[in-house]
C-alpha cells in the first residue's frame, strides 16, 4: 500500500528543526515549533498504528522509484508502535528541558538538534533500505555528538571525544557489512536482501557478515560492547540523558530486530545463539554496575544497559510469544527509562549533587516526586500490574516454554530474574538513602526549583500506567507486530508486490 | 586488480587501528580518516572492478560500471567529512579545556 503519511514522522521533525535554525534569536517561538512538532509526528504516528492495524505494511517509493532501485520508507507494526512512543517521549522531554537547559544551550541551537535527532531516529524506524539505515544513524549520531557536548563542561568534552571516536569506528565497520553484503548478493533494499539471502542460503560467508552486524548493533546499542555508555550518558544534563536513555540505543536494537527477523534468520543457533549469550553478558554487567556505584546517574546509565539486554533476550529466543514479550518490553524500557532519567535529574536539580550518600529526606518536601520515582521504581521492577510485569512475564515465560531441551532458556530466565532484583535494589537505594532519613536540604537552600518540572514526568507515568493497566487494549498491536516481524513474507509483498 | 586493492584496504587499516591505539588525539583523529579511506575503497572493489560506460549518460557501451557503489561512497565521505571535521574541533576545545591531547589523562569524572 502506498502512502504517504510515512514519510510525516520523518518530514515534521526535520522542517521544524530547520524553520528554528532561521529563528535563531527566537526562543518562545522555538520552544512552541518543538511542542507542535511532537504532537503533530505524535498525530501522523498514531494515524500510521490505525492504517497498519487495519489495511497491513504501509510503504512509500521515495522519488516514486519502484522498489529494489530506488529507496523506500516501510512502516510496519513495530516501526510505528516505536514512532509514537518517541514522540510521546520526546515530548516530554523537551519539556523538561524548557525549564532546566539554560539560556546558554538554547540560543546554541538545542532545540532544532532535538528535532534533528527526532529526524534520525524515526528515520531509522521507517527505511526499507540498508544503506538508509546507515545514512539515518549517522543523522541521529551526528545530532547527538553536538548534544554531548553543547555547554563545554571538562566531563561533556572528554566523554563526547570517546562517544564520538567509538561510533566514528562502529559506523566504519558497519560500511564494511554495507559492502560485503552488497558484493554477495548485489542489492541493499532490506526485503530484496531477504528474498536473495533465502535464495541462496545463508553461507558462512552472509553469516560473518551477520555477526559483523551484530558488532556493530551491539557497540550502537550497548549490548555487551557497552563500556562507553556509562560515561557519556552521565555527562549531559538531564533532559538531554533522558533523550539519549529513551532513544539512542533503542535505535540500534530496532535495527537488530529488524535486520535479524527480516533477513538472517537462517543460521539461528550462530547469530541468535550469539545474541542470546551477549545479552545475559550485558544483563550481569549491568547489573553489577547498577549495584556498584554510588552516583545516582551512573546507576541510571547501567539501568539502561540492563534493559537492552532484557530485550535482546526476549528476541533470541525467536518465538511469536518471546517476541511480543520483546516487543512490549521494548516500548516499556523507553517510556520508563525516559522517566526515571528525569526524575534522577530533578533530584540532582534540587540538590546539585549526583552522590546519594550526600542526599536525605527530600521526601518530607517533594512527596509528589518522591512517590512517582517509587512507582517507577516498582514498574522497572515489574511488580503488576504495572508496563514492566507483562513483559517480563511473557519473556520469562517463552523462555521456559523449550522446557528441559534446551537448558539455555533455563539459565536466560535465572538471570533476567535475578537482574530483576540488580534493578530494584540499585534503584531502591537511591530511593532509600535521598528520599528517606533525616531531611538535611530546607526549601531555601534547593540548587533549584522543581516548580513545573513535575508535569511531563506526570505525562509519561500516565502513559507508563496506562500501557501497564491497559496492556489488553495494546496486546493485539503488539502480537501483529510480532506475527508480521516472524513472516517475512508479509514484509517482502508489502515492498515487492511484483517480485512475488 | 582486485588483490592489490585488497592489500592497499589491509595495508590503510593496519595503519588507521595502529593510530587508534595511540594515545595523542590527533593521530587518534587521524586514525579514524585513513580506515574510512580504507572503506571507501572496500566499496568500490565490493562493486566490481570492471571497466564500462557511465551508466545513463554513457551512451551505447557494451557494459557499463555500477554507479551504486560511487553513490554509496560520495554519501560515506560527506558524512566522514562532517564528523571528522566536527571531531577536530571538539579535540582541539578538549585541548584548550583541559591542557592535554593525552588520551590517558582524559579518563572520566572521579566518582568516588
Not at chain 1, 526476549?314 to 527509562?337: E, N, Q, R, V, W
Not at chain 1, 530474574?417 to 534493578?423: G, K, V
Amino acid at each position: 500500500m502506498m502512502n504517504n503519511i510515512v514519510i510525516l514522522p520523518l518530514l515534521i521533525p526535520l522542517v521544524a528543526g530547520l524553520l528554528m535554525g532561521i529563528a535563531r534569536g527566537n526562543i518562545p517561538l522555538q520552544r512552541w515549533l518543538s511542542v507542535l512538532s511532537c504532537l503533530f509526528a505524535g498525530a501522523a504516528s498514531l494515524l500510521l498504528v490505525k492504517q497498519v492495524f487495519e489495511q497491513g505494511i504501509q510503504t512509500l517509493a521515495m522519488g516514486g522509484w519502484p522498489a529494489p532501485f530506488g529507496i523506500v520508507l516501510v512502516a510496519d507494526m513495530l516501526s510505528s508502535l516505536l514512532l509514537v512512543t518517541t514522540s510521546i517521549v520526546s515530548l516530554a522531554c523537551l519539556l523538561f528541558a524548557f525549564r532546566t537547559i539554560g539560556s546558554e544551550r538554547e540560543q546554541y541551537y538545542f532545540y532544532p538538534l532535538v528535532q534533528f535527532l527526532i529526524t534520525g531516529v524515526n528515520g531509522s524506524f521507517l527505511t526499507g533500505d540498508l544503506f538508509n539505515l546507515y545514512v539515518c544513524f549517522e543523522v541521529m549520531l551526528v545530532a547527538s555528538y553536538v548534544l554531548l557536548t553543547l555547554g563545554g563542561t571538562r566531563s561533556q568534552l572528554t566523554e563526547g571525544i570517546k562517544y564520538m571516536v567509538i561510533n566514528v569506528f562502529a559506523s566504519s565497520l558497519f560500511l564494511i557489512a554495507i559492502g560485503y553484503l552488497y558484493a554477495v548478493v548485489g542489492t541493499l533494499n532490506m526485503a530484496h536482501l531477504s528474498i536473495r539471502i533465502a535464495e541462496i542460503g545463508q553461507t558462512g560467508f552472509t553469516t560473518w557478515v551477520a555477526v559483523l552486524l551484530i558488532m556493530v548493533f551491539g557497540l550502537k546499542a550497548a549490548l555487551f560492547l557497552h563500556f562507553w555508555l556509562p560515561g557519556s550518558y552521565s555527562a549531559p544534563p538531564a533532559a538531554i540523558a533522558a533523550i539519549f536513555a529513551a532513544l539512542l540505543t533503542k535505535v540500534g536494537i530496532y535495527a537488530i530486530l529488524r535486520l535479524f527477523s527480516l533477513v538472517f534468520y537462517h543460521q539461528l543457533g550462530i547469530t541468535h545463539g550469539l545474541l542470546a549469550v551477549m545479552a545475559a553478558l550485558t544483563m550481569i554487567v549491568g547489573g553489577i554496575g547498577a549495584v556498584a556505584y554510588w552516583d545516582i546517574r551512573k546507576v541510571l546509565a547501567y539501568n539502561v544497559i540492563i534493559g537492552v539486554g532484557f530485550v535482546v533476550f526476549g528476541f533470541s529466543l525467536f518465538t511469536p510469544a518471546a517476541l511480543t514479550g520483546a516487543i512490549y518490553y521494548l516500548i516499556h524500557d523507553m517510556l520508563m527509562k525516559a522517566l526515571l532519567f528525569l526524575l534522577g535529574g530533578c533530584v540532582i536539580w534540587i540538590t546539585g549533587s549526583g552522590k546519594i550518600r550526600e542526599i536525605s529526606g527530600l521526601i518530607s518536601n517533594h512527596p509528589l516526586l518522591g512517590w512517582l520515582f517509587f512507582v517507577t521504581v516498582l514498574a522497572l521492577t515489574g511488580i503488576p500490574p504495572l508496563s514492566g510485569f507483562a513483559g517480563k512475564y511473557i519473556i520469562i515465560r517463552a523462555s521456559l516454554a523449550g522446557g528441559t531441551d534446551q537448558p539455555g532458556g533455563y539459565f536466560l530466565a535465572a538471570i533476567g530474574l535475578l537482574c530483576s532484583l540488580m534493578i530494584m535494589y540499585s534503584l531502591l537505594r537511591i530511593f532509600l538513602h535521598s528520599f528517606w532519613g533525616e531531611n538535611t536540604l530546607s526549601l531555601d537552600m534547593e540548587k533549584g526549583s522543581i516548580r513545573g518540572l513535575l508535569s511531563p514526568c506526570l505525562l509519561l507515568m500516565a502513559v507508563g500506567v496506562f500501557y501497564g493497566v491497559g496492556a489488553e487494549l495494546v496486546y493485539p498491536y503488539i502480537e501483529q507486530a510480532a506475527v508480521s516481524m516472524l513472516d517475512p513474507d508479509l514484509y517482502i509483498r508489502a515492498v515487492l508486490p511484483e517480485v512475488i | 586488480m582486485e588483490t592489490l586493492m585488497a592489500v592497499t584496504i589491509g595495508i590503510l587499516f593496519s595503519i588507521g587501528v595502529y593510530l587508534l591505539l595511540s594515545r595523542t588525539l590527533l593521530r587518534i583523529i587521524l586514525g579514524t580518516s585513513v580506515i574510512a579511506y580504507g572503506v571507501n575503497l572496500l566499496i568500490i572493489t565490493m562493486g566490481g572492478l570492471n571497466k564500462g560506460g557511465a551508466p545513463i549518460l554513457g551512451g551505447e557501451a557494451s557494459s557499463y560500471v555500477d554507479p551504486l557503489p560511487q553513490a554509496l561512497i560520495l554519501t560515506a565521505i560527506v558524512i566522514n567529512f562532517a564528523v571528522t571535521a566536527f571531531l577536530l574541533v571538539l579535540a582541539y576545545r578538549t585541548y584548550l579545556v583541559t591542557g592535554t591531547d593525552n588520551i590517558d589523562e582524559l579518563r572520566g569524572i572521579d566518582d568516588e
